[in-house]
């Protein structure tokens, strides 16, 4: 089992149909000259051999939750205005590779979110005031888990791709059909994880589809100043597993390539690396300054791309979306914010207690007295403005005393 | 790699274990020990899975995992490709799916590229889902010097390990407590970061493994984790050590004996936890305390050991607590290594300094 077969690796992701020539097991790696598109900015349906359109009524419910996915991105960026979270990263602009991340998985599958990931994370089902626990400022995650199996987002970069490849590893030595999707940026494709994790994935030939949404920067750095490569999906070739590129805007072309990922996956056909497209709408974060490495021009030319507008040009083409259902579909995005926006508005009370609990699955000793220590100051009164003791004492240890 | 010129560790483990025995007991080395309790864990969890650089068909650079491919097959027993944070990522991964992955990493210094996994998810992942996330993972390393080897091959790493909340750290010193320790680590559900003195890989002792196997099989080997012990009693002072360095705390106080002083030497054990209480008891009745260790002093456990038995037993030391480290330098090269090390006279000098009034 630890040696991989190089069974199922000459395939592409797709269907191998419409390439004339008889392609080497190298080309079949690679990804498209294109980035994969089935929809265009106009709305139109683009035909692509290898990748089917996914029907209408699919679409539709699954861009229900992209209205709500930006409805939720715009709720959060006005609680950090309003002081009500200390920070979020948006994906405004991404939301169509947000939500397909999320849909083309199972219930038995594992999603891997990075921090600007909490729309996946929300459309994969975790309760939405659990998921924001960690940038609201009270814990440093807030759901299970294993719930809805979604592992915590990750921020130390590309870190988490290991821990995908580790699920999956685990799922694969027991014979479940597991298939873990794990996402990180651009710019996380330098980092040494992201290289050990596609080697690791390859070598051991895992079920992960790994997600990279391109969205042209990380922070200030543009992609340029990562990489000389190709195409980040160009990568894959190094570690004998196929790359695809995709419109990342695209809804539909997402769901398609990165459900046929999912199915080789599954199948038994090992990992691969799915590059998309994107674009980064908003500052890195509310605290960056965008304006101090990119024009408003440079943003500007993504408007009309955005992937939402997209979708909704294709599926009112079609009438499979009406004034009616749009109506319904704002109602339910309201709902959702609404719920978000009441649920930070309420206060939490912060337990200090719990900050000795979980370190080990045993306090130890040491940490017995130091929750001790802190239970104590805390019964004396403490200045709660500074959060430290009234009498200035710092973890003091009990001296021996005569 | 040159044998250790130290006294081997002679069954200083707890009494407790030790069934009285008609047939005269095997020997074993600490190596073999390791080995066994590798084994007797694989066999006992399907869970329990060994991976890492030449563990597999080599059996480790030091055969600690000789033969577990063999016999638990590859699934079970593995290499991955050259890359410690992948190992290491790779078994955060595995023990959140229902693993309990031990990994090797080959040497000390060669850990440090998967420091920011350790750091930041093996040590933190626990907190951070507030107890729903555990990992139960054992981190192998084969640590610290006096083996003669070259640069990168020597390093005492314990502090980084320690200074991070969230990891138990163990460094076992006598070929019981390599059995015992392992075992008792495979099975917890922390992580634990599990040093291995690579100079007592060779030391022996009268152990049969299989008994030692069916005292932790029936629950009958006392807890470790968090328990130091008192590896030699006496009443002067007291020597606290760990791992590499309880056998030249053992030497010292065999030396000190001859010159007509009762030196106590406390073998830790557990890094973190820490047994502040046997530590104490011991320094509170002997009044005169040294600590032990490779690693260079500055910022070390050992000054950390010192800060803790000073706030506690100040009123029963008849002396300030002295260190005996390495030096702050990094780890010498082999011919100049003695010079570096804790010996007994460095060690029987330090005693000696101990304000005694006589
Ligand atoms: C190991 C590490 N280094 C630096 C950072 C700080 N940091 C956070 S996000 C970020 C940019 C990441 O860019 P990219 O991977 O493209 O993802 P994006 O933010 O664009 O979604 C940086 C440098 C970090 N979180 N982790
Ligand atoms: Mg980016």
Redesign the interface.
């Known amino acids: 089992?630890?040696?991989a077969t190089n069974e199922g690796r000459g395939s592409m992701i797709g269907a191998a149909a419409g390439n004339a020539a008889q392609p080497t097991a190298d080309h079949a790696l690679l990804p498209s000259a294109q980035p994969v598109q089935l929809i265009d900015p106009e709305g139109h349906h683009t035909h692509d051999d290898r990748y089917p359109l996914p029907d209408g009524q699919k679409l539709l419910s699954v861009y229900g939750r992209l209205v709500a996915g930006r409805r939720i991105n715009d709720q959060a960026n006005a609680l950090v205005r309003q002081g009500r979270m200390a920070v979020y990263p948006s994906s405004h602009g991404q939301e169509a590779c947000q939500v397909a991340a999320a849909v083309v998985l199972d219930d038995q599958d594992?999603l891997f979110p990075t921090y600007r990931d909490t729309v996946a994370v929300i459309t994969r089902g975790v309760d939405p005031l659990e998921v924001l626990t960690l940038l609201r400022g009270d814990?440093?995650?807030g759901y299970?888990?294993?719930e809805h199996r979604v592992?915590?987002q990750a921020t130390?970069l590309a870190?988490q791709?290991?821990?995908?490849?580790?699920?999956?590893?685990?799922?694969k030595?027991?014979g479940e059909p597991t298939v873990v999707l794990a996402m990180c940026g651009d710019g996380a494709t330098s980092e040494?994880?992201f290289?050990?994790?596609l080697?690791?994935a390859a070598?051991f030939h895992v079920p992960v589809v790994f997600l990279i949404q391109n969205n042209e920067f990380a922070i200030s750095v543009p992609l340029k100043s990562q990489t000389v490569a190709p195409s980040l999906a160009h990568k894959a070739i190094g570690y004998g597993m196929p790359g695809e590129r995709v419109d990342g805007n695209d809804l539909a072309a997402l769901l398609s390539v990165l459900g046929s990922a999912v199915d080789r996956a599954r199948d038994g056909g090992g990992p691969s690396l799915i590059e998309a497209h994107t674009y980064r709408m908003q500052a890195h974060t509310n605290a960056d300054d965008a304006t101090r490495y990119r024009s408003a021009d440079d943003v500007e030319r993504w408007v009309p791309k955005d992937p939402i507008l997209r979708m909704r040009t294709y599926l009112r083409g079609l009438n499979l979306l009406t004034d009616d259902g749009e109506r319904a579909l704002a109602v339910e995005a309201d709902a959702i914010a609404a719920a978000i926006r009441n649920g930070l508005n309420t206060e939490v009370d912060v337990n200090p207690g719990?900050l000795f609990?979980?370190?080990?699955?045993e306090k130890?000793?040491?940490l017995r007295e130091q929750a001790e220590q802190l239970r104590e100051e805390l019964a004396r009164g403490t200045d709660a403005e500074h959060g430290a003791p009234i009498d200035g004492a710092t973890n003091q240890?009990?001296?021996?005393?005569? | 790699m040159t044998q250790t010129t130290e006294a081997p560790a002679r069954g200083i483990g707890d009494q407790a274990d030790a069934v009285a025995s008609p047939v005269p007991r095997s020997t074993s080395t600490f190596a073999k020990a390791l080995n066994a309790a590798l084994a007797d864990a694989m066999e006992s969890d399907a869970a329990v899975?060994m991976f890492g650089e030449d563990v597999?068909r080599l059996g480790g650079v030091f055969r600690i995992t000789d033969g577990l491919t063999a016999r638990f097959g590859?699934?079970r027993c593995?290499?991955?490709?050259l890359?410690e944070?992948?190992i290491?990522?790779?078994?955060?991964?595995?023990?959140?799916?229902?693993?309990k992955?031990v990994v090797e990493m080959q040497f000390d210094a060669f850990a440090y590229?998967a420091f920011?996994?350790v750091v930041?998810?093996v040590a933190?992942?626990?907190?951070?889902?507030?107890?729903?996330?555990?990992l139960p993972i054992v981190i192998r390393i084969p640590y610290a010097g006096g083996i003669g080897g070259v640069e990168h091959h020597c390093d005492s790493s314990e502090a980084y390990y320690a200074h991070t909340?969230?990891l138990?750290v163990l460094a076992p010193a006598t070929v019981r407590d390599a059995y015992f320790m392992l075992r008792e680590a495979i099975a917890?559900?922390?992580p634990v970061v599990f040093l291995e003195p690579k100079k007592l890989y060779w030391s022996k002792e009268e152990v049969d493994l299989a008994e030692l196997r069916r005292t932790y099989d029936g629950g009958q080997a006392p807890r470790r984790i968090?328990r130091a012990v008192v590896a030699r009693a006496g009443t002067d002072a007291t020597l606290i050590s760990y791992g590499p360095s309880v056998p030249t705390a053992l030497a010292a106080a065999a030396a000190a004996a001859e010159e007509g002083r009762s030196i106590e030497v406390i073998d830790l054990r557990s890094i973190?936890?820490?047994d502040?209480?046997t530590v104490c008891e011991s320094v509170r009745r002997t009044g005169r305390a040294v600590v032990v260790a490779e690693a260079p002093g500055f910022a070390s456990v050992a000054s950390e050991i010192v800060a803790?038995v000073q706030?506690?037993?100040?009123?029963?030391l008849a002396a300030p607590v002295l260190r005996v480290t390495g030096f702050d330098i990094p780890y010498p090269s082999p011919k100049l290594e003695r010079f570096y090390l804790p010996s007994v006279d460095r060690i029987l000098d330090a005693v000696d300094n101990l304000q005694w009034e006589d």
């Not at chain 2, 593995?78 to 490709?81: G, S």
């Open positions: 089992m630890s040696t594992w814990w440093h995650g299970d888990p294993y592992a915590t130390p870190t791709l290991l821990h995908a490849v580790g699920v999956a590893h685990a799922a030595l027991r040494g994880d290289h050990e994790a080697n690791f070598v719990e609990e979980y370190v080990f699955s130890t000793s040491q240890t009990k001296g021996d005393r005569p | 899975l597999g590859e699934e593995f290499d991955t490709p890359a944070a992948g290491m990522g790779m078994a955060v991964g595995m023990a959140m799916n229902g693993m992955p590229p920011e996994q930041s998810h933190k992942m626990p907190n951070r889902t507030r107890g729903k996330v555990r909340p969230g138990t917890s559900p922390d968090g973190v936890p820490f502040d209480e803790r706030e506690r037993c100040f009123h029963s």
